[in-house]
């Protein structure tokens, strides 16, 4: 990847951190209580919320990697119940009215939007870069 898109990714992870994750980070916080009196406390705060999410996250992923055989049998029953339904089974599965309604309002954001799509451009740059 080149410096430029390295650079570019950066600053686009830092948009999104700024002006999506952080503000709903410290907005959650505040609803229960909890507010930083520094740029540094919060700065602290967001670095413990980071490693915990990444100790959830591993901890995400055992478990699923452990119930992988339980949802590999219940796709294909929820696949026999969808034909018998006269559905196909590749059909498109409609996404959540939430995650929906949190990615119309980030794509509505130019700030956000481009950086998500500065985000994807860099990553297939990397990709690209290591076939």
Do not use: C
């Amino acid at each position: 990847m080149s410096d430029g898109v390295k650079v570019a990714a950066e600053q686009a992870y830092g948009t999104i951190v700024a002006q999506l994750a952080a503000p709903y980070f410290f907005e959650k916080l505040a609803a229960n209580g909890v507010q930083p009196r520094t740029e540094k406390e919060a700065a602290e705060m967001w670095e413990a919320a980071t490693k915990l999410h990444v100790l959830f996250t591993a901890e995400q992923e055992k478990a699923a990697a452990a119930q992988a055989n339980d949802m590999t049998a219940i796709n294909a029953q929820l696949d026999q119940m969808l034909a018998a339904s006269g559905f196909a089974s590749n059909d498109v599965v409609e996404k959540s009215t939430a995650f929906k309604q949190a990615a119309v309002v980030a794509a509505e954001q130019p700030d956000i939007a481009k950086a998500v799509l500065t985000l994807q451009a860099a990553a297939a740059a990397a990709l690209q870069s290591a076939e």
